[in-house]
């Protein structure tokens, strides 16, 4: 594993959720109005899920996993190695699935939902990053 570029990955995680955090506005319907706000919310919180699919499949690929036939799959197979556990195995995969609704428009964006998401979710992206730096620390 080259832990250079997990570790960079890491610190853009940390700029995706820093950004969100700091665009959060203090309601829903100011949420809702804000066209602009939106946009960078939804754009950061896809980079923050892509970024952790792209950590989980450098950690695979440098195991003896067998690689996901998904990207929801990633993180089945990270919580089965031990790398997270299977509650944030869950987590994530749900971001998957948002991600994807996000990135390919299958249906129109339900932004109660990603505002749920940014107010009370996004710890679990912070939890993702504490087991990623638990893992990397444990390799040394």
Do not use: W
Request: overall charge negative; charged content about 30%.
């Amino acid at each position: 594993m080259d832990r250079d570029v997990v570790t960079e990955k890491l610190e853009s995680l940390r700029r995706c959720i820093k950004r969100i955090e700091d665009k959060r506005p203090e309601s829903l319907e100011l949420f809702v109005d804000d066209l602009d706000i939106q946009d960078i919310i939804v754009l950061n919180l896809t980079r923050a899920i892509q970024t952790c699919v792209d950590i989980g499949a450098h950690l695979i690929a440098n195991s003896e996993a067998k690689p996901p036939a998904t990207m929801g799959e990633t993180f089945d197979i990270l919580a089965t190695v031990g790398v997270i556990d299977t509650a944030t195995a869950l987590k994530m995969k749900k971001a998957v699935g948002f991600r994807n609704l996000a990135v390919h428009g299958y249906g129109k964006i339900n932004f109660s939902i990603v505002y749920s998401i940014i107010t009370e979710q996004i710890e679990d992206f912070q939890q993702f990053a504490r087991f990623i730096t638990t893992a990397l620390n444990d390799k040394e």
